[in-house]
């Protein structure tokens, strides 16, 4: 998980100087979802200008840096991979800090709304992680997820680091952390990442890979990579994007 969140996040940051600016965003946002996926889920929860946005386990920070620049939202980053956190800084300039998703240095309430994408099959105590975002967005406030659901009963392999929750473990998750669904929504029933920024996300992985095949991390990772893109090609897991809600507050 190191080698795929911390080293390769950081490499990036090299990949992006050579290739151009304008491979940042793609490259940032690969595995958290394509353009139509974040804006379904803004929309869902109400992001728009101003809108002070959680974006907890937030990696290099391009989701965050898309609805800053589409929507004018105001975010701010948490992420616990230090490497990532450097990388969202050089990247983007973004606002971050340096925290497990479970235990955020943030006040109740601080937040209009929160995002946690691809994050939740990363945690083994889910609950706890969707707690800390209730507990800091707004009363009301909406709380989006990207989940990589398990569709059948065991996997055959499981990456290292990675808990896939099925719909009622993801449920129950849910209910326990004082949320509550309003809407999902599979990813495969949205448009796929436009070409032009599959292609700038491929140059920046092939940069990488150029100047770091040789490295045992980058075969980790790649490793990771590849089992959980079988898992996924093969439908035993899929992705899905959550519109959740805070309880409002008594009267």
Same mark, same amino acid.
């Given at each position: 998980m190191v080698d795929e969140f911390d080293t390769v996040a950081s490499?990036?940051?090299?990949?992006?100087?050579?290739l151009g600016p304008d491979h940042a965003l793609p490259a940032a946002c690969r595995g958290s979802g394509s353009p139509a996926a974040l804006d379904w889920l803004a929309d869902a929860i109400?992001?728009?200008?101003?809108?002070?946005?959680?974006?907890?386990?937030?990696?290099?920070? #391009?989701?965050?840096?898309?609805? %800053? /620049?589409?929507?004018?939202?105001?975010?701010?980053? *948490?992420?616990?991979? +230090?490497?990532?956190?450097?990388?969202?800084?050089?990247?983007? #300039?973004?606002?971050?800090t340096v %925290? /497990?998703?479970?235990?955020?240095?943030?006040?109740? *309430?601080?937040?209009? +709304?929160?995002w946690s994408l691809g994050v939740l099959c990363t945690v083994e105590d889910k609950a706890a992680h969707l707690a800390e975002l209730r507990r800091t967005v707004r009363p009301g406030g909406g709380?989006?997820?990207?989940?990589?659901?398990?569709?059948?009963?065991?996997?055959?392999?499981?990456?290292?680091?990675?808990?896939?929750?099925?719909?009622?473990?993801?449920?129950?998750?849910?209910a326990a952390a004082g949320l509550r669904v309003v809407e999902t929504v599979p990813l495969t029933d949205l448009p796929s990442t436009p070409e032009d920024w599959q292609r700038a996300a491929d140059a920046v992985d092939d940069a990488v890979e150029r100047r770091h095949r040789d490295d045992p991390r980058w075969a980790r990772a790649q490793?990771?990579?590849?089992?959980?893109?079988?898992?996924?090609?093969?439908e035993l897991v899929v992705g899905v994007l959550v519109h959740c809600r805070a309880a409002e507050a008594a009267a």
């Open positions: 490499w990036t940051v090299a990949a992006v100087r050579e109400g992001i728009g200008p101003g809108t002070h946005l959680l974006d907890s386990g937030a990696g290099v920070g #391009g989701p965050a840096a898309y609805v %800053a /620049d589409e929507r004018g939202a105001r975010p701010v980053l *948490a992420e616990p991979m +230090a490497g990532a956190c450097w990388a969202a800084q050089q990247l983007f #300039g973004s606002t971050v %925290a /497990d998703g479970a235990r955020l240095p943030f006040a109740d *309430a601080t937040f209009d +709304a929160a709380v989006g997820l990207l989940v990589y659901e398990r569709a059948v009963d065991s996997l055959p392999d499981q990456p290292e680091g990675n808990h896939f929750p099925d719909r009622a473990e993801l449920e129950a998750a849910v490793d990771q990579q590849d089992t959980i893109g079988d898992l996924i090609s093969r």
